[in-house]
C-alpha cells in the first residue's frame, strides 16, 4: 500500500498556509472553518476566552485583554483568526461561522461544552467591530516609525471604518461624517474628478484644487478654510494614547446597542519584544480602552513569548510592566501537544483500511523499530507507544513533532532575518503535508527521516547564509561525487537543523543516524557507516566540527574562525 493511499483525505489537497483574512477568499475560510480541529486543549481555550470576553457583553469589566502564547509554527495566528471570523460570525456560503463550531450532536459538534455554546451565542449576537491584524505589516516601513503603537491602531481602526489609513486625512473624513456630508463630498468628487474618492485619496496631495473645489461644493467648508486644512496637516501627526481611546469610546457611543470592537493583533511579542518604550505603550493602550469602554472594546494578541518574558526588559523596573499583566487576566498558552492532535486529525488521519492494517502490522516491527531509535542523552525524544499510535502518526516518527517545533523556534530566534522569517511564519501542519506530499508515492514501511522535512525548511529560510552553506555543499563535487546521491548534504541538512536544540538532542554519531533512518528494516549498521563516511568528508570541508563525542554545524563566521584556528595550530 502505498502511503497516499492511507489518509483519510486526500493528502494533495490545497490547504494555504498563514493567510490574512483579507487575503482568504468564501471557499478558503470555508475550508478553514470546516476543518479547523478543536483539540482538547482548545476546548478549554474557547471555553476561557467566551467565559471572559461575556463579562463585557453583561456588564463591565477593565480586564479586556487576551494573551495568546505559544511556539512558533504552533497555530496560535490561526486560532486567532478564528476567533475572529466567530466574533464577526462570518457568514460563508450561507452558514455562519458559529454554526461550524456548535451544529451537531455532543459527539461530533466542535465544541463540546453547552456553556461555552451559550457564551459564544453571546458573543455572535452582539455586535462588533472585528479588526484583524499583523502588527509588523501594519506600521510605515522605517526604524523611526516603529515607535508609535498607537499609530497602527489608529490606521487599522480608520480603515475598518472605511476612513483613509493617512490619520490627518482620516480625521477630515470622520468630521465629515458627523456632519453627515461625507456621502455628499465623496458624490461631488466623483463628478468633478471622474474617479471615486476611495480609488485616488491616497494622492491627495496632488488634488489640492479639486478637493477644494468639492468641499466648497459640498457646503462642507469655505474656500479659505479647506485650503488652510492643506496648509496645517502638511505637518506631522501627533495623536496620544488617550486621545485614540477617546476616538475608539465615541465611536461606540455612536452605534449604541452594546456594540463591541475587538482588535486582534497578531506577533505582538515579535514587535514589542525587548523594547521598552513599545510594551509601556501596548499596556497604556490596553489601560486607556479598558477604563474607557469598561469592556466593549477587547485587544487579543498572539506572541511567541510568554508575557513574562516579553516585559523583562533589562533596566526596568517589575513596577514598570506591573499593570500590562493585569490587563491581559486572560493568557492563553498554545503547547506542542495541540499542534500534534491538529496534525494527526487534519492531516494524518487514516481510512479505515490503512488504519487497521498499520494497527496490525506494528507488531512485526516494534521491537526492531525501538531498538533502532535508540537516542542518547535525549529522554525526550518519544517514539510509538502502541499499534494505534504508530497508525495515527504514520509515517512521521512521535518525536519529530516535538523537535521540529524548538527547530523552527531556535532557528527564528537565531536568524539574521527572524523578524521576515516570523512574518512568513509557516505551521507545523504545513511542514507535515508538505513533506508526506513529498513520499506519498513510498511503499508501506518507509518512514520519514529528519532530513525530508528541509525542503520546506528551505522555502521559509529564503535565501539566508545557513541556507547558501548547504546550497554551496550541494555543488562541491568532493562532497557529491555522484550526481544522483546526496546522502553527505543531508547529513549536513539534518546538523544544520539540529544546531540549536542540543538540549532536546545532543548531535552524536547514533543519534544523527537515528534521525536519518528511512525504513522500518532499514540496516542500522550500514547506515551508520555511510552517517560516519559522511561526517568526515563534511570535518574536511570545514562544514562541521567534531566537539569530542558531537558532530556541529558550522555557519559562515564560525567555518572562519576554524580556518583561522587551524593555521594558527599548523604555524
Request: proline letters at 1%; aromatic letters at 10%; a negative charge.
Amino acid at each position: 500500500m502505498k502511503i497516499k493511499d492511507m489518509f483519510l483525505k486526500d493528502i494533495h489537497r490545497n490547504i494555504e498556509g498563514v493567510i490574512t483574512a483579507s487575503q482568504a477568499n468564501d471557499e478558503q475560510v470555508y475550508q478553514e472553518l470546516d476543518e479547523y480541529v478543536v483539540t482538547k486543549e482548545l476546548q478549554t481555550h474557547f471555553k476561557t476566552f467566551f467565559d471572559a470576553y461575556k463579562k463585557g457583553i453583561i456588564g463591565d469589566t477593565s480586564k479586556m485583554g487576551v494573551w495568546i502564547q505559544g511556539f512558533f509554527g504552533s497555530g496560535k495566528s490561526h486560532f486567532l483568526k478564528i476567533l475572529s471570523y466567530i466574533l464577526e460570525n462570518k457568514e460563508i456560503n450561507g452558514k455562519n461561522a458559529f454554526d461550524f463550531f456548535t451544529e451537531g450532536d455532543e459527539i461530533t459538534r466542535k465544541i463540546k461544552d453547552d456553556i461555552t455554546i451559550a457564551d459564544m451565542k453571546l458573543a455572535v449576537d452582539t455586535p462588533t467591530n472585528v479588526i484583524l491584524f499583523n502588527v509588523e505589516s501594519k506600521h510605515q516601513t522605517g526604524i523611526e516609525e516603529k515607535s508609535s503603537l498607537v499609530n497602527v491602531f489608529l490606521k487599522v481602526f480608520n480603515h475598518s471604518l472605511g476612513y483613509s489609513t493617512i490619520p490627518q486625512l482620516a480625521d477630515l473624513e470622520r468630521n465629515l461624517d458627523k456632519q453627515g456630508k461625507f456621502a455628499h463630498f465623496k458624490a461631488i468628487f466623483e463628478q468633478n474628478y471622474g474617479e471615486t474618492w476611495e480609488e485616488t485619496r491616497h494622492e491627495i496631495d496632488f488634488l489640492e484644487d479639486i478637493v477644494v473645489e468639492s468641499l466648497v461644493k459640498a457646503e462642507c467648508f469655505s474656500e479659505s478654510a479647506a485650503r488652510n486644512w492643506f496648509t496645517k496637516n502638511e505637518s506631522d501627526y501627533k495623536i496620544s494614547i488617550e486621545e485614540f481611546a477617546d476616538l475608539v469610546e465615541e465611536y461606540l457611543q455612536s452605534k449604541g446597542n452594546n456594540e463591541h470592537i475587538v482588535f486582534l493583533v497578531d506577533e505582538i511579542g515579535q514587535y514589542i519584544g525587548g523594547n521598552r518604550s513599545l510594551t509601556l505603550q501596548l499596556q497604556t493602550i490596553v489601560e486607556e480602552l479598558g477604563n474607557k469602554s469598561r469592556g466593549k472594546a477587547w485587544v487579543i494578541v498572539t506572541s511567541q513569548e510568554l508575557i513574562d518574558a516579553v516585559t523583562d526588559i533589562s533596566g526596568s523596573s517589575a513596577m514598570d510592566f506591573s499593570k500590562i499583566k493585569g490587563r491581559f487576566e486572560t493568557t492563553l498558552s498554545l503547547s506542542s501537544a495541540n499542534a500534534d492532535e491538529v496534525i494527526q486529525k487534519r492531516i494524518l488521519k487514516k481510512n479505515i483500511n490503512a488504519q487497521q492494517y498499520l494497527e496490525a502490522d506494528y507488531p512485526n516491527h516494534e521491537n526492531d523499530i525501538s531498538m533502532k531509535l535508540q537516542f542518547e542523552d535525549s529522554p525526550e525524544l518519544k517514539l510509538y507507544t502502541d499499534a494505534e499510535n504508530y497508525a495515527d502518526v504514520y509515517p512521521f516518527i512521535p518525536y519529530q513533532f516535538n523537535l521540529l517545533a524548538n527547530i523552527l523556534t531556535q532557528i527564528s530566534e537565531h536568524s539574521i532575518q527572524g523578524t521576515n522569517l516570523s512574518r512568513g511564519e509557516r505551521s507545523l501542519l504545513a511542514f507535515f503535508k508538505e513533506t508526506a506530499e513529498r513520499n506519498a508515492d513510498k511503499e508501506n514501511g518507509s518512514l520519514i527521516s529528519l532530513d525530508q522535512f528541509y525542503p520546506s525548511l528551505e522555502k521559509w529560510l529564503n535565501e539566508t547564509k545557513n541556507d547558501a552553506v548547504i546550497k554551496k555543499a550541494a555543488d562541491n563535487s568532493r562532497i557529491v561525487s555522484d550526481a544522483n546521491d546526496f546522502f553527505n548534504v543531508d547529513v549536513l541538512k539534518v546538523l544544520f537543523m539540529i544546531k540549536y536544540v542540543d538540549q532536546n538532542i545532543k548531535p552524536t554519531l547514533n543519534n544523527i543516524t537515528n534521525l536519518m533512518l528511512r525504513h522500518v528494516d532499514e540496516d542500522k549498521l550500514a547506515l551508520r557507516k555511510k552517517v560516519d563516511a559522511a561526517l568526515k568528508i563534511l570535518i574536511n570541508e570545514n562544514l562541521i566540527r567534531q566537539n569530542l563525542q558531537n558532530y556541529i554545524f558550522q555557519t559562515d563566521e564560525e567555518q572562519e574562525v576554524t580556518r583561522v584556528i587551524n593555521k594558527i595550530e599548523l604555524t
